[in-house]
């Protein structure tokens, strides 16, 4: 009686997490994905983020046959953000995202899964 009881157990709890897990997907929208922070890039937490850490951080999921063309897009998103800087705090990298967001989207760029007007 006692193997069913935890047998039960495990599967309601296996249910309730499938179920939790189904929730969440469809309440994330077409097109959104996951953003990395600045505490995430920083590497050495100095509070300063460099081209090598920035760089690291956004090739470190790609598949082993596209890390090269990641490491030249990162590379080249940096060097729009930064400009001459070699490094830039948390307050220069936030700016510096929403001015090149907004040139984005005067420019008519769309978020992914957006249909164009």
């Not at 097109?31 to 100095?46: E, L, V």
């Not at 490094?87 to 995202?97: F, H, P, S």
């Amino acid at each position: 009686m006692r193997f069913w009881t935890v047998l039960l157990s495990l599967v309601v709890v296996a249910a309730v997490a499938v179920s939790a897990s189904a929730q969440e997907k469809k309440e994330r929208k077409k097109g959104d994905r996951p953003r990395i922070s600045f505490k995430d890039m920083d590497a050495n937490s100095d509070g300063k983020l460099i081209k090598d850490e920035y760089v690291a951080a956004h090739t470190k999921n790609a598949p082993a046959d596209k890390q090269e063309k990641a490491k030249e897009r990162a590379g080249r998103m940096w060097d729009r953000l930064a400009g001459d800087k070699k490094e830039l705090t948390e307050d220069e990298y936030k700016a510096a995202m929403e001015k090149m967001m907004k040139e984005w989207k005067e420019k008519g760029g769309k978020k992914r899964g957006e249909k164009k007007e």
